[in-house]
C-alpha cells in the first residue's frame, strides 16, 4: 500500500488544513472505540504524494486510535486525472469496515465511487451508470443493520448482524431519475454483484424525463434516512416522468434458511422489499443557485425540504395533499446554520 508522507499524515491526523490546500475536500469519522478516521481527497501534490503526477487526483485516508497508534495511506487504484467530489466515509464496527466514498468527475460521464477497507485490503467499486454519457450528482450513504435469521448445516437456528450500506445519488444519462444500491458488509464483498437500481422503477414511475421548467433543487438531490431500528431505510426522490415526489421504505429478507445455491429463500436475500409511505406532486423548492437541499422525513412519513442562500435557512413541508409556502429562519450571530437545521430537523421529525 502507497503511504503518505509523514508531514501529510501528521495534518490528516491534526485536522489542519494546510495553506495551499484549497481544493482538498476532508471528512472526518469517529468510530466507537474512540479511533478517529479521516479521508481527503485531491490534487497529488496538495495531499503530499510525491510518487504520482502533479495533475493527479488520489483519495487517502488516516486513522488515529486512543492509544495514539496512527495509520494511513492512499486507496489504491483510485487516482488518475478526474476529480473527485462528494467525499464522504462511514465505518461499519460489526464488520471492521471503512466505507469511502466519492463522485468521479470527468468531461464526459461522472459516476459514484466506493472504496472499502477490511483487514488491511481495499476493495474499489464502480456503481456502474445508465447508457447515454451520465453524469451522477449529490451521492449520500447510511449504514444500517438487520437481526437476521438462517439454519446452519445440521438445520439449528443461526440469529446473526447483517450490515447494510444503503447508496443513493442523482443521475442525468438517457434519463434523468434517483438511483439506488445496496452493499452487503458482512458478506464478501464482490464488486460485479452490486445491483444498481432505477428508484422510479421500483415504484411504476419510469418513463421519458424532461428537466425544463422544474428548478433543480425540487429533483436533484434524493435522500436516505433510517426507518428505525430494524435496519430498513426510507429514500426520498422525485420521479420526472410522473411529476410526483415519493417516500419509499426499503427493507431486506430477514429469513434467510439455508445458505445455499440451490435454496430460494437464501438466494433472494438481497432482493429489496419496496413500500410506498407517502407520494404527492413533485416539490416546489424555488429556482435559486444552491449548493444543497436537505430531506427530514418525519414521523408520518411526510417530507421536509430545506436550503440556505446564506442569509436565512429556508424550508417547505408536505401535508399529504400539498407542498406548504417556502418559510425561513434567519441567520445571524444568534442563529447559526446548524442551529437553524436542528431546528427544522426537530419540527420534522416531529410531524
Known amino acids: 500500500m502507497k503511504t503518505l508522507s ?24 469517529l468510530a466507537s472505540d474512540g479511533t478517529l478516521y479521516v479521508a481527503q481527497t485531491g490534487l497529488a501534490s496538495e495531499l503530499g504524494l510525491t510518487d504520482l503526477g502533479p495533475n493527479d ?12 497508534t496512527t495509520a494511513g495511506g492512499e486507496i489504491p487504484r483510485a487516482a488518475n486525472s478526474n476529480p473527485k467530489t462528494s467525499l464522504d466515509l462511514t ?16 468531461s464526459i460521464l461522472n459516476s459514484i465511487k466506493l472504496a472499502f477497507a477490511r483487514g488491511g485490503n481495499w476493495t474499489l467499486a464502480n456503481l456502474l451508470p445508465n447508457i447515454g454519457f451520465p453524469h451522477a450528482y449529490n451521492p449520500e450513504m447510511l449504514l444500517t443493520h438487520q437481526t437476521v435469521h438462517s439454519l446452519d448445516a445440521a438445520g439449528a437456528d ?3 448482524n447483517r450490515s447494510v ?41 419510469q418513463g421519458p424525463t424532461s428537466l425544463a421548467g422544474i428548478p433543480r433543487g425540487s429533483y436533484a438531490f434524493p435522500a436516505l434516512q433510517a426507518a428505525g431500528p430494524g435496519g430498513a431505510v426510507l429514500a426520498s426522490f422525485s420521479a420526472l416522468a410522473t411529476g410526483q415526489q415519493y417516500v419509499i421504505q ?30 404527492g406532486q413533485i416539490s416546489a423548492v424555488p ?65
Open 6 to 29: 509523514r508531514l501529510a499524515l501528521a495534518l490528516a491526523i491534526a485536522l489542519v488544513t494546510a495553506v495551499g490546500m484549497a481544493d482538498v475536500q476532508k471528512k472526518t469519522l
Open 165 to 205: 450500506l444503503s447508496v443513493i445519488w442523482w443521475e442525468e444519462a438517457s434519463v434523468a431519475q434517483a438511483r439506488y444500491a445496496s452493499v452487503f458488509l458482512d458478506e464478501t464483498i464482490d464488486p460485479s454483484q452490486i445491483e444498481v437500481m432505477n428508484l422510479p422503477d421500483l415504484v411504476n414511475a
Open 57 to 68: 487526483y488520489a483519495v487517502v485516508w488516516s486513522s488515529l486510535a486512543q492509544d495514539g
Open 287 to 351: 429556482a435559486m443557485d444552491t449548493a444543497s437541499v436537505g430531506t427530514v422525513i418525519g414521523s408520518s412519513y411526510r417530507p421536509t425540504l430545506y436550503w440556505s442562500d446564506g442569509t436565512a435557512l429556508h424550508y417547505i413541508r408536505f401535508d399529504g395533499t400539498a407542498w406548504s409556502d417556502t418559510r425561513s429562519i434567519a441567520l445571524g450571530d444568534n442563529m447559526t446554520y446548524d442551529m437553524a437545521v436542528a431546528l427544522i430537523q426537530g419540527m420534522a421529525q416531529r410531524n
Open 91 to 106: 465505518f461499519d464496527e460489526p464488520t471492521g469496515t471503512l466505507v469511502v466514498l466519492w463522485r468521479e468527475e470527468s
Open 250 to 279: 426499503i427493507d431486506y429478507p430477514t429469513d434467510l434458511g439455508q445458505p445455499s445455491k440451490d435454496n430460494t429463500t437464501w438466494l433472494r436475500r438481497r432482493i429489496p422489499v419496496v413500500g410506498v409511505v407517502s407520494v
Open 158 to 160: 443461526v440469529y446473526t
